[in-house]
C-alpha cells in the first residue's frame, strides 16, 4: 500500500481540522494601537492606513471602549501634538495630548483593559527624531534618556499601567525603571520596544503621526540583516527591567520572533505595524487577497511564531470576529 501516510486524514473535516489546530488567535491577544491628535475637532483619516485615524479625544473614548468590548487585551496610545519643539517638551507636559488622553481613558476604562503608551519622543520633537539631538545633529543617547525618564513619569502619573519605551536608546529600560520606582510607580510596567528594526514598513505611520522626520533612524534601529543583535538586545532589556518584550516589525521578522520567543524569560509582543497593515488593506482594496482571511492568516502566523501577544491595527476588528 503506498501511500503509507497520509497527513491529509487530520484536514478531511472542519472539525477534524479544529482539533488539531496548534495555534491559538484570541482577542486578549491582541494589542490595539490608537492615534489622538491635539485640537481635532473630526476624527482625520490616515491615507496610507485605510481605516486608522487620527483621534479627537472625544472619539478616542469611544473607539477604545468599544475595541474593550470586543474583548482586545490592551491599548497602545500615540499622541499628536499641536506644537512640536526640539526636547519633545509636549510629552512631558501633564497637558500635552498624549497625557490627557491618558487620563481619559484611564478614568473612562479603569483597570478593564491594559493602558499602555508609546513612550518616544519621535512625535514631539520638530526634527522628527525619538531623542534629542547633539550639536552635530546625532541623537544623544544620555541626554535623550533624561528625558525619557521624566516621560514616564508623566505617562504613569497619567495612568499608564504599561509604558512602551520604542526609541531603541541604550539604556532605556533601566532609566525609566529606577524613575518609576523612585517615584512610588512601582507597578507600572514596561513593555520594551527590545528588538526594534529600521524598516521601510514604518512609513504609513510616519503620515499617521504627522512625523518630520528627514533621513533616517539607522543609528539607533536595528539594521535588518541582524538576528544576533536582537537576542542582545532583549537580553538587557530584561536585565534592566522589561516586563515584556517586543519584536518589530513582524512579518519581515518571525525568524526573529521565533528566536526571542525560544530564549525569553518574560512574554514576547510583535508589532504587526503599519506598513504590514497597509500592504494587505491595498491588496484586499483591489481585489486581490480575501481582506479577512488574509488578515486572520498574518495574525495566526505572528501567533504561531511564537509572539505571545500580537500589536495591530486590526485587534478591534479581528477581536470580533474571533469572538
Ligand atoms: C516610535 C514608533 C514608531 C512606530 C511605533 N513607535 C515609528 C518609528 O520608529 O519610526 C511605528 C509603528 C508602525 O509603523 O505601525 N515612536
Request: net charge negative.
Amino acid at each position: 500500500m503506498f501511500p503509507e501516510h497520509r497527513p491529509r486524514r487530520l484536514r478531511t473535516t472542519p472539525a477534524m481540522r479544529r482539533l488539531v489546530s496548534e495555534t491559538t488567535l484570541r482577542p486578549r491577544q491582541l494589542i490595539l494601537p490608537l492615534f489622538v491628535a491635539e485640537g481635532a475637532e473630526e476624527p482625520r483619516p490616515i491615507a496610507s492606513m485605510p481605516g486608522v485615524v487620527q483621534h479627537t479625544r472625544e472619539t478616542l473614548r469611544k473607539a477604545a471602549a468599544e475595541a474593550v468590548e470586543a474583548g482586545v487585551g490592551g491599548l497602545m496610545l500615540f499622541g499628536i501634538p499641536a506644537t512640536r519643539d526640539a526636547v519633545g517638551s509636549a510629552a512631558t507636559d501633564a497637558d500635552g495630548i498624549l497625557n490627557v488622553a491618558l487620563r481619559d481613558l484611564r478614568a473612562d476604562l479603569g483597570d478593564d483593559t491594559v493602558l499602555m503608551a508609546d513612550t518616544c519622543l519621535d512625535e514631539f520633537t520638530d526634527h522628527g527624531h525619538c531623542g534629542v539631538l547633539d550639536p552635530s545633529g546625532v541623537v544623544d543617547n544620555d541626554a535623550t534618556l533624561e528625558r525619557y525618564a521624566e516621560m514616564a513619569l508623566a505617562q504613569a502619573e497619567a495612568g499608564a499601567h504599561m509604558l512602551g519605551p520604542s526609541g531603541m536608546m541604550d539604556g532605556q529600560v533601566g532609566v525609566i525603571r529606577r524613575a518609576l520606582d523612585d517615584a512610588g510607580y512601582t507597578d507600572t510596567g514596561i513593555i520594551a520596544y527590545s528588538a526594534k528594526y529600521a524598516s521601510a514598513f514604518y512609513g504609513p505611520f510616519r503620515e499617521a503621526v504627522d512625523s518630520q522626520l528627514t533621513g533616517d533612524r539607522k543609528t539607533y534601529q536595528q539594521d535588518p540583516g541582524n538576528a544576533r543583535e536582537a537576542l542582545r538586545e532583549i537580553e538587557l532589556d530584561v536585565a534592566e527591567g522589561a516586563d515584556m518584550v517586543m519584536v518589530k516589525p513582524a512579518l519581515a521578522y518571525l525568524d526573529v520572533v521565533k528566536a526571542a520567543a525560544e530564549s525569553s524569560p518574560v512574554p514576547v509582543a510583535a508589532y504587526n505595524i503599519s506598513g504590514e497593515y497597509s500592504m494587505v488593506e491595498g491588496a484586499a482594496a483591489n481585489g486581490w487577497v480575501d481582506r479577512r482571511s488574509t488578515i486572520l492568516e498574518v495574525l495566526t502566523s505572528i501567533r504561531r511564531a511564537g509572539a505571545d501577544l500580537v500589536l495591530t491595527y486590526w485587534a478591534a476588528e479581528a477581536a470580533a470576529w474571533l469572538d
